[in-house]
DNA sequence: GGCTGTACGCCAGTTACTTCA
DNA sequence: CATGAAGTAACTGGCGTACAG
C-alpha cells in the first residue's frame, strides 16, 4: 500500500512515459514496506525508466517545458549550426572532430550506413574529420540550445528509435550517433541519480530499524527487570481492576479509571475481530501504535 | 523447429576533454 | 596562472534480441 501523497515529505514522481507507470519514493522515515520494495524494486536494469525530480532543473516542471518551448522557438532548428554559432555558444570549445568516433563496433555498424554516413558528413560544423590529428579525441560541447532539445526529447521518450535518432540528428545538426550517445549517457545520468536517491532512502530505513531495534531490546530489558523484582507482583494493579483484552491483549480499565489506559468501552463482535499486526520495521523510531501493556500502567514516566 | 551468423540496441565502465572554483 | 574536481561527450566491450539463411 502507497502512502499517501499527503504524507510524503519529500516525494519524487516519477513518470515512465513509455508504459505509464508511475512511481513515487518517499523519502520521508515513516514508510511502509511495500512502499519501500516498490520503489526499489520497481528499478530494471534493462528499462531504468526513472524521472528524477531534479532540484535544479526539473524537466517535468511546468516553467522548465516553457522555458523549453522558448528555446525551441529561439533557434532555427533545421538549420546546421554554423562554426560562427559553436563559437558564440561554447566559447572556444574545440570543433567537432569526429575521427575519434570511428571506433569500435559503432563505426562498424553506422560508418557504413549510407544515411548516416550523410548525416556525418552533413553536420559536425564542417570540420574536417583529420584536423586535429588521428589520435585526438576532441569533444564537442553541446550548445545550450541542443541540450534544451534533447532534454525536451528523453522528457518524452528516454529511448529512440532509429526514426526518431534521425530526425533529431538532422533537427539538431548532430550525427545520430551524437544524439545515440547524449540518450544514453542521459539514461546513466538518471540512473545514477536515482541510485543516489535509494541509496540515501536506504540509508533512513536503516537507521530506523536501529533506532527501532535500540528501543525494544531496552524494552525487553526492562520486562526482564521487572519479571525478576519481588515487588513486581505487589505493584501490579489487582485484576479485579484491570482486565485485558485476550484478543487485542489491550488493557481496560473502569470508567471511573484515571490511568492512561484506555477507558473506552471495549467490546467486540466476534472472536477473529482483532488480529495481529506485525511490527513495522520501516516505520519511524516514534512508538508503533499498539495498545498499552499491563507494564505500561506501571512504568515510570521518563 | 533448432542452429548459426549478423545486425542492432542498450548498458556499465572508462577515457578524454571542458569548465569552473 | 596552475590545479584539482566536477560534468559530460565519446569510446569500449559485453550481453540480449531479432531475423535471415
Redesign the pocket.
Known amino acids: 500500500m502507497m502512502a499517501g501523497k499527503e504524507d510524503l515529505g519529500l516525494s519524487l514522481s516519477l513518470s515512465v512515459p513509455q508504459n505509464q507507470h508511475s512511481l513515487q519514493l518517499n523519502l520521508m522515515p515513516s514508510l511502509v514496506p511495500s512502499a519501500a520494495s516498490s520503489s526499489l524494486s520497481g528499478f530494471h536494469?534493462?528499462?531504468?525508466s526513472w524521472n528524477v525530480t531534479f532540484p535544479s532543473s526539473d524537466p517535468n516542471s511546468n516553467s522548465y517545458r516553457a522555458e523549453t518551448r522558448s528555446l525551441l522557438r529561439g533557434i532555427d532548428v533545421n538549420r546546421l549550426p554554423s562554426t560562427a554559432d559553436c563559437e558564440e555558444e561554447?566559447?572556444?570549445?574545440?570543433p567537432?572532430s569526429?575521427?575519434?568516433?570511428?571506433?569500435?563496433?559503432?563505426?562498424?555498424?553506422?560508418g557504413i550506413?549510407g544515411d548516416e554516413h550523410e548525416m556525418e558528413r552533413a553536420s559536425s560544423r564542417g570540420i574536417s574529420d583529420d584536423e586535429d590529428g588521428e589520435t585526438?579525441?576532441?569533444?564537442?560541447?553541446?550548445s545550450k540550445d541542443q541540450?534544451a532539445i534533447l532534454e525536451e526529447s528523453f522528457k518524452e521518450h528516454n529511448?529512440?528509435?532509429?526514426k526518431q535518432?534521425m530526425a533529431l540528428a538532422k533537427q539538431l545538426g548532430?550525427r545520430p550517433?551524437?544524439v545515440?550517445?547524449?540518450?544514453?549517457?542521459?539514461?546513466?545520468?538518471t540512473?545514477l541519480k536515482q541510485t543516489e536517491v535509494d541509496c540515501e532512502f536506504l540509508k533512513r530505513c536503516c537507521e530506523n530499524l536501529t533506532e527501532e531495534n535500540r528501543r525494544l531490546q531496552k524494552e525487553v530489558q526492562e520486562l526482564r527487570a521487572l519479571k525478576l523484582s519481588p515487588q513486581f507482583y505487589m505493584q501490579m494493579t489487582p485484576p479485579t481492576t484491570l482486565t485485558m483484552c485476550p484478543s487485542c491483549e489491550r488493557v481496560a480499565a473502569p470508567p471511573t479509571a484515571s490511568s492512561t489506559v484506555d477507558a473506552r468501552p471495549h467490546t467486540h463482535i466476534g472472536p477473529t475481530r482483532h488480529r495481529t499486526v506485525p511490527m513495522n520495521p520501516w516505520a519511524p523510531a516514534a512508538p508503533v501504535t499498539r495498545g498499552p501493556t499491563p507494564f505500561d500502567a506501571i512504568r515510570p514516566r521518563s
Do not use: M, Y
Not at 569526429?98 to 553506422?110: C, F, L, Q
Not at 585526438?136 to 553541446?142: A, D, G, I, Q, T
Not at 529511448?159 to 532509429?162: A, D, E, I, Q, S
Open positions: 536494469p534493462q528499462n531504468p561554447v566559447g572556444v570549445s574545440s567537432n569526429t575521427i575519434s568516433s570511428i571506433s569500435g563496433k559503432r563505426s562498424e555498424r553506422e550506413n585526438s579525441r576532441k569533444k564537442l560541447r553541446l541540450a529511448t529512440l528509435n532509429p535518432k548532430l550517433r551524437q545515440e550517445v547524449w540518450f544514453q549517457n542521459r539514461r546513466a545520468r540512473k
